[in-house]
């Protein structure tokens, strides 16, 4: 029995963090459309929209994470997909996003 109580609690707590929102996930599907894959809003859409490009963008290295998920939350031009991301999407996906800005 004790075992089965231990395997399960092992179970459990590994299988939580595979729960985790993967930023890099969330940005290909959401945001890389515009932005593009590596962050330099090469894409035709990000171009034809005159999106900012994230790479090397000191703004976003200088704010937070959370900043950068309220800034994410707040653009006009997100509104029709942010608001099927969890805050946890949103969350994982800023902090993608301070990656790609810091160059990482």
């Known amino acids: 029995m004790l075992r089965i109580v231990t395997a399960t609690a092992l179970l ?3 299988g939580t963090a595979g729960w985790a ?3 890099a996930v969330v ?4 945001c890389a459309k515009c932005h593009g894959d590596t962050g330099h809003a090469d894409t035709p859409v ?3 929209l005159k999106v900012p490009p994230l790479a090397g963008n000191a ?4 704010m937070s994470e959370a900043d950068t998920a ?6 006009e031009k997100h509104k029709a997909f942010v608001k099927s991301l969890s ?4 969350a994982a996906a800023a902090a993608y996003v301070k990656q790609l800005a810091a160059g990482k």
């Open 21 to 23: 929102a993967d930023g």
């Open 12 to 14: 459990v707590a590994t």
């Open 27 to 30: 940005y290909k599907a959401n």
């Open 59 to 62: 703004d976003v290295v200088k």
């Open 70 to 75: 309220t800034r994410i939350k707040a653009n």
């Open 46 to 48: 990000g171009k034809a």
């Open 87 to 90: 805050d946890d999407d949103v």
